[in-house]
T-cell receptor, first 115, second 114 residues
Framework: GAGVSQTPSNKVTEKGKYVELRCDPI?????LYWYRQSLGQGPEFLIY????????DSGLPNDRFFAVRPEGSVSTLKIQRTERGDSAVYLC?????????????FGPGTRLLVL | AQKVTQAQTEISVVEKEDVTLDCVYE???????LFWYKQPPSGELVFLIR??????QNEISGRYSWNFQKSTSSFNFTITASQVVDSAVYFC???????????FGAGTRLTVKP
């Protein structure tokens, strides 16, 4: 079966622009997570979806970041008015039910570069 | 607060050597999970192992083994007879009960030379 997929794999944008990053989780997984990984660091949690709703968005750095998952499957991470500091790899993960301690399976990430 | 420390930033070994990657964690919870992931140059995080806080049994999977010691808050990972394909960044991560986020260490970059 297919794993987690993310598009685009790379995105270059200019400061101030709007970007959308897409995640397609493993089929049947109800839980979906977004992480951000800066160079030389481990992934940092951004937001967690259980089904269609954002169950925990405590990791979003500010209100320029927003994510949706309207049908409980594909999710889109949206960044408004991008800044150079937003440059990072954005990782998506999914797990079967979202129960505590469940293994999360990661996609290949989207590498975002803000010029 | 959760915290995961991987003190070794980079390790370089020659093929067939054994290597241990250290992971020390901090948590006030008694219920938690620990994970190891591998991130090869392709960038995708690959799940290796999950261990809950109530299971201190060491685990071996082929050339990989893990040593979990609650007394020292450590969850170390050993690769026996390393191979070039083991070259990657390895992350240790902690998940606390009722927290949805998984807290990762900064990773250890392992280079295995032929």
């Amino acid at each position: 079966g297919a794993g987690v997929s993310q598009t685009p794999s790379n995105k270059v944008t200019e400061k101030g622009k709007y970007v959308e990053l897409r995640c397609d989780p493993i089929s049947g997984h109800t839980a979906l997570y977004w992480y951000r990984q800066s160079l030389g660091q481990g992934p940092e949690f951004l937001i967690y979806f259980q089904g269609t709703g954002a169950a925990d968005d405590s990791g979003l750095p500010n209100d320029r970041f927003f994510a949706v998952r309207p049908e409980g499957s594909v999710s889109t991470l949206k960044i408004q008015r991008t800044e150079r500091g937003d440059s990072a790899v954005y990782l998506c993960a999914s797990s079967l039910t979202g129960v505590f301690g469940e293994t999360q399976y990661f996609g290949p990430g989207t590498r975002l570069l803000v010029l | 607060a959760q915290k995961v420390t991987q003190a070794q930033t980079e390790i370089s070994v020659v093929e067939k050597e054994d290597v241990t990657l250290d992971c020390v964690y901090e948590t006030r919870d008694t219920t938690y999970y620990l994970f190891w992931y591998k991130q090869p140059p392709s960038g995708e995080l690959v799940f290796l192992i999950r261990r809950n806080s109530f299971d201190e049994q060491n685990e071996i999977s082929g050339r990989y083994s893990w040593n979990f010691q609650k007394s020292t808050s450590s969850f170390n990972f050993t690769i026996t007879a390393s191979q070039v394909v083991d070259s990657a960044v390895y992350f240790c991560a902690l998940s606390e009960f009722n927290n949805n986020d998984m807290r990762f260490g900064a990773g250890t970059r392992l280079t295995v030379k032929p």
